[in-house]
């Protein structure tokens, strides 16, 4: 591949970048910090943004922040979660054993959390994501489970992490207001600009190892124009750009080549 005709040490633009070496913008810089205080303050909030923006890469740089010495993170990723398999989850997480009715197991999950906020001093937050397909009796059952000592504190924090839709389709709606008026943090993830793009592409080719200039400035130019900022289609079209340059021989990437593989390569838009 192209790796080793670039001298690379790593693949750029791979999924599997430790989360120390992804590239933070401002807005996700100011997006972990207000997360951490959610987690800090036992708070719910709702993590919002169109595909490919790094909904699911937040929740992997949370659990890095986090510090695992004082907080614990729970994740699920389900967008049709039940409460039988909610409780089931985070249980196994815990590593507990479900009870046979879902309401033995939300009573288990309770009582560790409380062990583990009372004799391990950890604050536990859970995040959910893909939860923009989560049914109106699911959100009121996370409801509940917030708030079921009907006091001032919360047991844990919760992140409800989805596409835009979660909050202008749902949550916005009248049907939903109990459950927005408990919402203390929103959340919403936006673009990168065209400075962001070309620092987000010189960090992953830093954590690659390159070590020569590989995209010009025009090309990152194009790679802005073509991905409108979103670093999963930036992913793409510099992973296709490498490739294509590779086939041709050509250790510089330029416009041209961004040009031609996002004509080309790309089946998707940017959305």
């Known amino acids: 591949m192209y790796e080793s005709f670039f001298e690379m040490e790593h693949t750029p633009f791979a999924r599997d970048i430790p989360v120390e070496r992804l590239y933070t913008s401002p807005q996700t810089e100011d997006a972990l910090g207000r997360l951490v205080y959610v987690v800090d303050h036992q708070m719910f909030a709702v993590v919002t943004a169109n595909p490919g923006r790094g ?3 937040m929740v992997r740089m949370l659990d890095g922040r986090l510090g695992k010495e004082k907080r614990l993170l729970l994740c699920l990723s389900d967008s049709k979660l039940t409460p039988r398999w909610l409780y089931a989850g985070l249980l196994g997480q815990l590593g507990l054993e479900p009870r046979y009715f879902s309401g033995d197991s939300k009573r288990l999950l309770q009582k560790e959390i409380q ?3 009372a004799e391990q001093k950890k604050k536990v937050v859970c995040a959910l994501d893909e939860a923009r397909l ?4 699911m959100l009121e059952e996370l409801r509940f489970l917030l708030n079921y000592r009907f006091d001032s504190i919360s047991p844990m924090s919760l992140a409800l992490v989805g596409q835009t839709e979660l909050w202008e389709r749902k949550l916005k709606l009248q049907a939903y207001e109990a459950i927005r008026q408990r919402i203390d943090m929103n959340i919403a993830l936006g673009r990168l600009d065209r400075a962001e793009t070309g620092k987000y592409v010189a960090s992953h ?3 690659a190892g390159a070590g020569k200039e590989i995209f ?3 090309a990152e130019d194009e790679v802005y124009k073509m991905s409108a900022g979103i670093p999963r289609m930036i992913n793409r079209v510099c992973e296709k750009a490498l490739m294509y340059a590779r086939q041709q021989q050509k250790r510089l990437v330029d416009e ?4 031609f593989v996002a004509d080309h390569e790309m089946l998707g838009g940017v959305g």
């Open 55 to 57: 909904k699911s890469t």
């Open 115 to 117: 062990t583990v906020s």
């Open 134 to 137: 989560l049914g109106k009796d």
């Open 205 to 207: 080719m830093a954590y």
């Open 216 to 218: 010009a400035s025009g």
């Open 256 to 259: 041209r080549m961004v040009r």
